[in-house]
């Protein structure tokens, strides 16, 4: 019976070891292949984003929006100030969190 206990004990932790270590391998796998050349693929893929990452900081907003989209956004930008209230929209919200002041009771 404690033959039986150790060698299933002994199963569980083969199963759990042999898990970790292919998901290790998996890891370490697709950190290597960053150092080898890329699939043409994915490399055009990759170039593109670069692209658009440098034609965008240029621009200074979005790439090729032309003056439909400014139009369509400020509208929308006026709908939700009238709706919310006033504040500029395009900017993520500051959260202020104050301690809350406890007070002692006498007993």
């Given at each position: 019976?404690?033959?039986?206990?150790?060698?299933?004990?002994?199963?569980?932790?083969?199963?759990?070891?042999?898990?970790?270590?292919?998901?290790?391998?998996?890891?370490?796998?697709?950190?290597?292949?960053?150092?080898?050349e890329?699939?043409?693929?994915?490399?055009?893929?990759?170039?593109?984003?670069?692209?658009?990452?440098?034609?965008?900081?240029?621009?200074?907003?979005?790439?090729?929006?032309?003056?439909?989209?400014?139009?369509?956004?400020?509208e929308?930008?006026?709908?939700?100030?009238?709706?919310?209230?006033?504040?500029?929209?395009?900017k993520?919200?500051?959260?202020?969190?104050?301690?809350?002041?406890?007070?002692?009771?006498?007993?």
């Amino acid at each position: 019976m404690i033959l039986r206990q150790i060698l299933r004990l002994s199963s569980l932790f083969h199963s759990a070891v042999s898990f970790d270590l292919r998901r290790n391998i998996g890891l370490s796998a697709i950190v290597f292949n960053k150092t080898k050349e890329l699939d043409p693929v994915q490399k055009l893929f990759l170039d593109k984003i670069r692209e658009y990452n440098t034609k965008s900081k240029q621009a200074g907003g979005p790439v090729d929006a032309g003056p439909d989209f400014q139009k369509d956004m400020n509208e929308s930008l006026a709908r939700l100030q009238r709706a919310y209230g006033e504040g500029d929209l395009t900017k993520f919200p500051e959260f202020k969190f104050e301690e809350p002041k406890f007070e002692e009771t006498p007993k």
